[in-house]
């Protein structure tokens, strides 16, 4: 079983898949050799990056994450702001690499980081290899990893076998029909259930407080989005939009002419733009689609009449039950399924979770998670340039609203539909397989290549 804190998880952007798991990767392999008495005899560190990761890598930070990583940083720890800074040191010639954050290695950046972009690795879009040798250019280790969406990564060895957490939950399940099942034989809600599983792991209040953290980290980013102005990086000159849609929205609320639909576009804008400019960000699930969740609780916050902070709760552990489905049965990741196992996951995820603070019963959750995913198989994912802003900030403005429209229709109605969320859940993945390469995180089709210079 997967736990919340994996649904969930405190990062940096712009990419869950392709900065957050290369740095996670890339810390697991210094401290590895740490552990096995390596770090000491290392005179060299390789870093080759495989299809998705190289093509479009240079947008999405991947070189400098992986650098990061290798000097022991952490996502959920590192300043944002050093990280770009710190890369381009080391990408200078006769830079030290310090391993582990600890041992001194020479590092040439333009010997030592190799974009394989025409060469994929076999299990996954997103592959990566590291390579520690002695002085004398001995091989002292090697390892492969695929950053396999949503930050997580595995191990070549690691590739397909049962994830994660080891302990035993009282409420496994597989499929939304499980779940759906313990909810109705134990007359519990979807959020009763899964923090009955968390609490295999962590106490009740552990749990809670973690809750309250990405809670407060998605608000700190709506609220950093809407102040922050200027270009996101990537040369593309792309210009925050969030600051000046605030203030435009704040001047048509004093004028009683707001469309309320517009906070949550504009909420889910402002953490897009956060994200793609490497900001503190919660993986939810993905990077590319971190806008959404944040922007549907917000306003489930701020307009809701029964808001308050067990909706919070809930709201959070609806939608991590929803995504655990789309990781165990689907994927999460651009690269394997396109945006659909991205935008169309969170907006799944987050039309759920608002179906159920906002009263709806079982079958109505599980319909709004089904409609809104329903509407979104088949999107593909070409980020302009490589990078996470065309169409990936729009994108998340649009299925904020989407997500919550889906619970309202979802509410208005009994529950009683011909789709399964099982059903769409398997379709989004055999679209995905289907899905052409280019549209599936490489910048070599679709808007990356009408609009755009592909990365490549
Ligand atoms: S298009 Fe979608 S999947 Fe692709 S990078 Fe943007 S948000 Fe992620």
């Not at 998705?52 to 890598?57: D, F, I, R, V, Y």
């Not at 022991?72 to 990280?83: C, L």
């Not at 849609?245 to 639909?261: E, K, N, Y």
Request: charge should be negative; charged fraction near 20%; hydrophobic fraction near 45%.
């Amino acid at each position: 079983m997967l736990s919340v804190f994996d649904m969930f998880k405190i990062g940096i952007g712009p990419s869950s898949s392709h900065t957050v798991g290369p740095m996670v990767a890339a810390r697991r392999f210094a401290g590895q050799l740490t552990t096995e008495g390596l770090a000491g005899r290392a005179g060299r560190i390789v870093v080759d990056l495989y299809g998705s990761l190289a093509l479009t890598g240079k947008g999405h930070g991947t070189v400098e994450a992986t650098l990061n990583g290798l000097e022991g940083r952490a996502p959920r720890t590192v300043d944002p702001a050093i990280i770009v800074p710190r890369a381009r040191a080391l990408m200078q010639p006769d830079a030290t690499l310090m391993l582990d954050g600890r041992q001194p290695v020479p590092f040439d950046g333009r010997r030592d980081v190799v974009l394989h972009m025409h060469e994929f690795l076999p299990r996954h879009a997103n592959g990566m290899r590291l390579s520690a040798f002695d002085d004398q250019g001995g091989l002292l280790a090697r390892e492969v990893y695929y950053s396999v969406g949503g930050g997580f990564i595995v191990s070549d060895a690691e590739f397909g076998q049962a994830a994660a957490t080891a302990a035993d939950v009282p409420y496994p399940f597989a499929s939304a029909a499980e779940l759906m099942a313990h909810c109705q034989r134990e007359g519990r809600t979807i959020a009763d259930i899964v923090m009955a599983n968390e609490t295999s792991w962590r106490s009740e209040a552990e749990v809670r407080a973690g809750l309250f953290e990405i809670a407060a980290v998605m608000k700190d980013c709506i609220e950093s989005g809407c102040r922050q102005e200027g270009d996101l990086p990537g040369g593309y000159g792309v210009k925050r939009r969030a600051p000046a849609i605030f203030r435009r929205m704040v001047s048509l609320q004093l004028a009683g002419r707001t469309d309320v639909m517009l906070w949550p576009m504009l909420y889910a804008i402002a953490v897009s733009e956060e994200n793609a400019n490497g900001g503190r960000i919660v993986t939810a699930p993905t990077n590319g689609a971190a806008g959404i969740i944040p922007s549907v609780l917000q306003y489930y916050r701020n307009f809701h009449p029964r808001a308050g902070d067990e909706g919070v709760v809930e709201f959070l552990l609806t939608a991590a039950a929803v995504g655990m489905l789309y990781k165990m049965n689907a994927s999460i990741s651009g690269a394997e399924v396109g945006c659909q196992g991205e935008v169309g996951v969170a907006c799944s995820m987050a039309s759920a979770a608002y179906c159920a603070v906002s009263g709806g019963n079982l079958a109505q959750v599980e319909n709004a998670a089904e409609i809104a995913m329903e509407h979104h198989l088949g999107l593909t994912c070409d980020p302009v340039g490589g990078l996470v802003q065309i169409p990936c900030v729009e994108r998340n403005g649009v299925a904020a609203e989407k997500a919550i429209k889906c619970a309202q229709l979802a509410i208005l109605e009994d529950g009683q539909h011909k789709v399964s969320l099982d059903q769409v859940i398997e379709t989004m993945y055999r679209t995905g397989m289907d899905m052409q390469n280019k549209y599936k995180e490489t910048s070599l089709g679709g808007l990356a290549l009408t609009v755009g210079v592909p990365a490549c």
